[in-house]
């Protein structure tokens, strides 16, 4: 049975009504992964917010030279504050991202499903239970927490990008959830 057709429940305006630079950014989307994500597409109805959050979730998420976590790291802490979140767009589309990266269809599925069944080292089971706590239960948070991490080896700009990465996904995942955002059907496919 196939997921719901739409891509979000509010109306978007039509490709060629876009910005010529978004129209662009899109195009270039879909050369490089086949689709433009159904996210992208939900910020059309807001030209400057398809910008910022396109920019931001470019330096977030691809940036290689501002942090020292891998983009497995960041996909996989993507993956867990959704699935604490119950975020079916971004389970979807980021445990597909965690299948590419690691080579592993069954880690793509531990990800999204429970990722402590995961056997992970020591220093990413650190990172990501701080990531469910921050997500879950946020309030409860405090310097044992960043203590955990720092003796996991994280440093304090670790840290930063860590919480950098889960703020973001909780941002995203509200969006998601409001607007019930589906992700690309394309996905469900891909790295199996």
């Known amino acids: 049975m196939p997921q719901p057709a739409h891509i979000v429940k509010i109306a978007l305006p039509n490709h060629n009504d876009l910005d010529p630079d978004i129209q662009k950014y899109l195009s270039i989307c879909v050369d490089k992964l086949g689709m433009a994500p159904n996210v992208l597409t939900a910020y059309t109805g807001s030209p400057q917010k398809f910008r910022n959050f396109s920019q931001f979730?470019?330096?977030?998420?691809?940036?290689?030279?501002?942090?020292?976590?891998?983009?497995?790291?960041?996909?996989?802490?993507?993956?867990?504050?959704?699935?604490a979140n119950r975020c079916y767009y971004c389970l979807v589309a980021h445990g597909q991202a965690v299948r590419a990266l690691s080579g592993d269809t069954q880690l793509g599925e531990m990800m999204v499903m429970n990722y402590r069944v995961a056997e992970l080292p020591?220093?990413?089971?650190?990172?990501?239970?701080?990531?469910?706590?921050?997500?879950?239960?946020?309030?409860?948070?405090?310097?044992?927490?960043?203590?955990?991490?720092?003796?996991?080896?994280?440093?304090?700009?670790?840290?930063?990008?860590?919480?950098?990465?889960?703020?973001?996904?909780?941002?995203?995942?509200?969006?998601?959830?409001?607007?019930d955002m589906m992700p690309n059907a394309e996905y469900h496919a891909m790295n199996r």
């Open 57 to 83: 979730y470019n330096q977030l998420m691809l940036d290689e030279e501002t942090t020292t976590l891998s983009p497995l790291d960041r996909e996989m802490i993507a993956v867990v504050v959704s699935a």
């Open 122 to 179: 020591a220093r990413q089971r650190v990172m990501l239970d701080f990531a469910w706590k921050l997500t879950t239960t946020p309030f409860d948070i405090g310097d044992p927490d960043r203590a955990t991490l720092r003796e996991a080896g994280f440093s304090d700009g670790d840290i930063f990008d860590i919480t950098d990465v889960v703020a973001f996904f909780n941002y995203t995942n509200r969006m998601a959830h409001g607007l």
